[in-house]
């Protein structure tokens, strides 16, 4: 952590500025449509934001825990036809915790996740789903009305009949009996009873039970049934992501704060809406605590640019926390406008302890002066201290 200087107003103070002056927040009515660059920041923001979305967080969580070799496969569903959920999870939640593959693919595509071949499968050209039946038609008429049996005929006579038809060993035709060398299986044959039609080499159909429509083999889609693990390469900015906000979501939480990730508050000179990676609130002696937090994640150094974004909204918002998370850290300008607006930095190098602290020394500050005379019990302090920690995942 670096030491905080207070040379704020004049380099790095830009709440005084007129919103217009700075470019990024300009675009649409929402504060955080920036306009991104280039690709790599659309990609860097699209991250961002996956990293505060409650399911990613959830699904990235637990393949942290799982190691490097959990997958997430697609596994068969009578009502449902393929479907990937997590596999550590016990039955009762299976339906909850089911997991699209549209989710997957888009975290692939934010190379969160890693994709690769698990299997493809056929399915309805009309609606994609897998709970199809096959059937067998009559090549002649379509007709699914169709008896699969075996053909016997009576030589002397030349009667083709299935055999179940042969009443007593008798030929329905000229009555006489089967005799051995007299007649002749046939072998398997088909029977239309639509159209009487009689075939060796039948015709095949399917119906989609999802929407009920009738197609020929050669027309189903070839499904493809992927399989996605985490993105191995990535681990590292993943995990101080995920393990960052949840430690402090925890944190908070017991700390009594109710939490919002991410957190939409409307600017009160602006009327923009703001979204934070997380806000939190508490009432102290009726008199609000706000604790707003973002973050930022880069493949090298945080540009100034999400920063001061951040101290835009911040200026528009009542915040008493101001929290910062730049992975892997800020750039010079950056930490210089960080300084200056006393905004609490957490870097992948800081030490979670000292971070920790910090936090709830402010929180502690606060409350204490927005309620002098209660003091926190002993009991609760210990309890505070032991929460303080923030763990890797
Ligand atoms: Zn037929
Ligand atoms: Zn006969
Ligand atoms: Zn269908």
């Known amino acids: 952590m670096k030491k905080k200087t207070n040379q704020g107003g004049a380099v790095t103070d830009i709440t005084n500025q007129d919103p217009s002056t700075i470019k990024v927040l300009t675009v649409g009515n929402n504060s955080e449509q920036v306009e991104a660059s280039n690709q790599e920041d659309k990609m860097e923001l699209a991250r961002r934001d996956a990293y505060i979305d409650p399911k990613t967080r959830d ?76 059937h067998t038609r009559c090549p002649r008429c379509k007709s699914h009305d169709i008896l699969k049996t075996s ?55 399917l119906v989609c039970h999802h929407c009920s429509k009738n197609f020929t083999l050669k027309d189903v889609q070839v499904l493809e049934l992927p399989k996605f693990s985490l993105n191995l390469a990535r681990k590292k900015e993943i995990r101080q992501n995920v393990a960052s906000l949840e430690e402090i979501r925890v944190l908070l939480a017991e700390l009594g704060f109710k939490i919002e990730i991410p957190g939409l508050v409307t600017g009160q000179k602006s009327g923009m809406q703001h979204r934070f990676s997380l806000i939190a609130r508490k009432e102290v002696n009726r008199q609000p605590i706000v604790i707003a ?28 926390i101001p929290i910062f998370i730049a992975i892997p850290k800020l750039n010079a300008d950056a930490e210089k406008i960080a300084e200056g607006n006393h905004i ?28 002098p005379s209660s003091r926190p019990d002993k009991e609760e302090k210990n309890s505070f201290f032991n929460k303080l920690k923030i763990k890797k995942v």
């Open 59 to 134: 699904l990235l969580r637990q393949l942290l825990q799982l190691g490097d070799k959990a997958e997430i496969t697609p596994a068969y569903d009578p009502q449902e036809g393929f479907v990937y959920r997590m596999t550590n999870l016990d039955q009762k939640d299976a339906g909850a915790n089911k997991l699209s593959i549209e989710f997957l693919g888009n975290l692939s595509a934010l190379n969160l996740l890693e994709k690769k071949f698990f299997d493809t499968a056929s399915g309805c050209p009309y609606c994609e789903s897998t709970i199809m039946t096959m």
């Open 151 to 205: 053909l016997t005929e009576h030589i002397p006579c030349g009667n083709i009949d299935p055999k179940e038809n042969y009443i007593e060993n008798r030929c329905p035709k000229c009555g006489e009996l089967l005799v051995n060398g007299k007649f002749r299986n046939m072998g398997r044959w088909y029977v239309c009873k639509a159209c009487s039609e009689r075939f060796e080499n039948p015709e095949f159909d």
């Open 293 to 320: 937090l973002d973050h930022a994640i880069s493949e090298t150094e945080i540009q100034p640019q999400p920063l001061i974004l951040y101290v835009y909204k911040i200026s528009e918002v009542k915040v008493d």
């Open 344 to 371: 609490l930095l957490i870097e992948e190098l800081n030490d979670q302890k000292e971070i920790a602290q910090r936090i709830k020394k402010e929180i502690e500050k606060l409350e204490s002066q927005k309620n």
